[in-house]
């Protein structure tokens, strides 16, 4: 079902944002709503229709006959957002739900469904899954909101660490450190994914009906090691447990799904996203982390 009225979740954020503007050089898309509790810092286009504030989801999106809805908005760190994003995400899965003009959902999640631990396997396709988690817990919800709406077109991509220009997320500050800390014994193979490669696949999902669940990340790894000397900077080994503590200290907050992912690292298989969904990113692991630190520092590295 080709979308028409298309209603974008966090456009005060990196992606929603971009991917509103973009939304907007689709032809078939006659309008495009963007939601968020906060005015974006940068203006969005003319087309994009802002509404800001608490809002009755299920009546805005009745009465405005929305047929798509993107759910872009990040997944904040701090405890007490990440309830508040728990909740929020609990009201438009169930706005949906009611709507029954609605007839497509896309879902912003994070490869942190599958976690990171010593036994993570070398790469994690689609059926991995961690046992627990708040990422785990929303995409429950969303499983759930498909199975009670069977004729809702429903695509989740799980999206790998963002790295890249302008990119401003809690693992670009922790690169950002003079000093980095990381934990004595380890080196973390590490997958990113370029804002625009995010961006252009929430755009396809948006644009195209295909269900199901789609890794999204960059070709390639790097080590942690790698990365910290392609930028410049020196490494701190401290114990694992004292990572978060000594990036504290130099004022980069991790959350403890960033600091295990320092630790054991992670890499998904994209081999979905390039065959049955069609997308093939751009940017490989190594691009996207030079693309960020020539924004930076206005060099590439060799």
């Avoid at 497509?104 to 046992?131: I, N, Q």
């Amino acid at each position: 079902m080709a979308p028409e009225v298309v209603l974008v979740t966090g456009v005060a954020g990196q992606l929603g944002g971009r991917l509103a503007a973009t939304l907007t050089a689709e032809p078939g898309i006659t309008r495009i709503i963007g939601v968020d509790t906060r005015r974006p810092r940068a203006a969005l286009p003319d087309r994009v229709e802002l509404v800001t504030g608490g809002t009755d989801l299920h009546d805005l999106l009745r009465t405005e006959d929305v047929d798509t809805v993107v759910h872009a908005a990040p997944r904040p760190a701090g405890h007490g957002d990440r309830d508040r994003d728990l909740v929020a995400t609990m009201r438009l899965l169930a706005a949906c739900q009611r709507a029954e003009n609605v007839r497509k959902l896309v879902f912003r999640s994070t490869a942190e469904v599958y976690g990171a631990s010593p036994t993570s396997p070398a790469v994690f396709t689609e059926t991995d899954r961690s046992a627990r988690g708040r990422a785990v817990e929303l995409e429950g919800y969303v499983d759930g909101l498909a199975r009670r709406r069977p004729d809702l077109t429903v695509t989740t991509v799980r999206l790998a660490e963002l790295l890249g220009a302008g990119v401003h997320t809690a693992f670009a500050n922790y690169l950002r450190l003079p000093v980095v800390p990381t934990a004595l014994g380890f080196d973390a193979r590490v997958q990113v994914l370029h804002p625009a490669d995010a961006v252009a696949v929430l755009r396809r999902a948006t644009t195209h009906d295909l269900p199901g669940v789609f890794n999204a990340g960059g070709d390639g790894v790097l080590l942690l090691s790698q990365a910290i000397r392609r930028a410049g900077r020196v490494a701190l080994p401290v114990p694992r447990a004292a990572v978060p503590a000594a990036a504290r200290l130099a004022r980069a907050e991790l959350s403890p799904g960033l600091s295990r992912l320092l630790s054991y690292g992670r890499v998904i298989d994209t081999t979905r996203l390039k065959t049955a969904f069609g997308y093939t990113p751009g940017w490989s692991t190594a691009a996207a982390f030079d693309d960020y630190l020539h924004e930076r520092t206005g060099i590439t590295s060799g």
